[in-house]
């Protein structure tokens, strides 16, 4: 039998020290590559956003925005576009989880977004394609939280869904404000689109008022007292500088220095200011050139719509995309769009589902009637809505004639083509507007047919 000696021993007190040493190489070897990695996606995740910004309209004068530097590879995007209208349209968006698995899933919302935006699509339709894409393309466990506004100024109110967002703060220019948001929904992608059936709350506004969203991290910002910051202390901010023009700025101070560095809390604010949009009322946008002997110059075509169709149907994609088959009228896309918009909106609220705008005049009315307008289109059983559509070319531009027909009864038009006695109203605030974009308007019938010609001209050369 072989004994051990004490030279036969391993020197343990020897070895000891430099396996400590080794295993601290291969350590800080595998952090280094570990944060090489975490860089790499880093860079990944900031490379996507500055894509998708591309196609935002967050420069708008009626945006501030915030993006701190860890929200991006968070999961975090904050998206504005505007309509055809002008009028603006965002999303704050927060995915589940981080890292680039997040930042992807940020992309197919971004394209459907700012496609759908561009075309003119409501706000409901816009949320069921995203939640749609999403729910065929994500795994169950990768959730995306978000709040998506579409402002509507000429009519005065602010559409809002909400999921899993804090409060929305509508801080009127008069200094009072309210929290406001949709909050019954779940979040984009986790039922399918039969199952889907978002809840929009309406908001009545004014030029000049201020819609805040915050993302979740704002009720992760832990206070010197280790208490959370959330929305309480928006409320206590809010007595301090309630009539300022920079509470944007003022806010954003106080969360960024509430937010540790050492443990930042990722977080988006964005603000978007009620104005009236920017529509261009001259004409002349059409440069000669763009018109060839190929293009559809002289045309005619009609639409009508029954109550089938009414119910989920918005028909105004559709027919600015027919109308933006003809090259020279592309430069008149936003007056087009506003123009149809307006005499729709009528022609179904008042005509078909003889809703009194007179109910707008107060807050409590105005969402009565919203809440009115839901129901009446879910139980709608007859009526229909007709365009009728010539465009006809002349010698320095062209006509376009729109006529817009509904199964309503009419109404006593008299006093609206009174013009010394413009409405700024909102319940007649559209009328006016397309009175000062077309050449001609008038009602024929009982009041429940409408005709109007919109004019333009080539560009001088």
């Known amino acids: 039998m072989k004994t051990t000696t004490a030279q036969d021993k391993p020197k343990s007190d020897e070895i000891l020290p430099s396996s400590i040493a080794t295993d601290a190489l291969l350590l800080k070897d595998l952090v280094a590559q570990y944060h090489l990695h975490r860089q790499r996606e880093q860079e990944i995740a900031q490379a996507v956003f500055n894509n998708i910004a591309r196609y935002s309209c967050l420069n708008d004068k009626r945006i501030k925005h915030w993006l701190s530097l860890n929200s991006v590879f968070n999961g975090e995007i904050i998206l504005a576009a505007r309509n055809p209208a002008d009028d603006i349209i965002a999303l704050s968006s927060d995915f589940s989880g981080n890292g680039i698995c997040a930042t992807i899933a940020t992309l197919p919302v971004s394209e459907i977004f700012y496609r759908l935006v561009e075309k003119g699509y409501p706000l409901t339709h816009i949320l069921s394609e995203i939640n749609k894409k999403l729910h065929l393309l994500l795994p169950r ?126 977080f988006t604010l964005l603000e978007v200011k009620v104005e009236l949009p920017e529509i261009s009322q001259d004409n002349k946008h059409t440069n000669p050139l763009l018109v060839t002997t190929r293009c559809m110059r002289d045309w005619h075509f009609s639409l009508e719509l029954h109550s089938q169709t009414l119910r989920h149907f918005d028909p105004l994609p559709l027919l600015l995309h027919i109308l933006m088959e003809s090259p020279e009228l592309q430069a008149h896309k936003g007056v087009l769009y506003t123009i149809l918009a307006e005499l729709y909106s009528n022609a179904l609220d008042h005509g078909v589902l003889k809703l009194d705008s007179a109910l707008k005049r107060d807050t409590a009315g105005f969402t009565g009637y919203y809440q009115q307008r839901e129901k009446l289109l879910e139980n709608l059983e007859e009526g229909f809505v007709r365009f009728n559509i010539k465009h006809t070319s002349t010698k320095t531009g062209g006509e376009l004639l729109i006529e817009v027909v509904d199964s309503g009864n009419g109404f006593d038009y008299s006093h609206l083509l009174q013009t010394d006695r413009p409405n700024q109203t909102y319940a007649g605030r559209g009328i006016t507007l397309i009175r000062n974009l077309c050449k001609k308007f008038e009602y024929l019938a009982h009041g429940n047919h409408v005709r109007v010609l919109y004019c333009w001209e080539y560009e001088d050369e």
């Open 141 to 266: 466990d990768l959730l995306c939280r978000a709040c998506v506004i579409a402002v509507n100024s000429s009519k005065g109110y602010i559409e809002i869904w909400s999921s899993g967002f804090p409060s929305c703060l509508l801080l009127s220019e008069d200094g009072t404000y309210r929290f406001v948001a949709s909050q019954s929904n779940l979040p984009l992608g986790v039922v399918d689109e039969n199952n889907f059936k978002p809840s929009i709350q309406i908001e009545k506004t004014k030029v000049g008022d201020r819609l805040f969203i915050f993302s979740n991290g704002i009720n992760k910002i832990i206070k010197n007292d280790n208490s959370a910051f959330s929305l309480e202390g928006v409320k206590q901010l809010l007595q301090e500088k309630i009539n300022s023009e920079d509470f944007f700025e003022q806010l954003l101070k106080v969360l960024n220095e509430h937010n540790d560095n050492q443990s930042a809390q990722p």
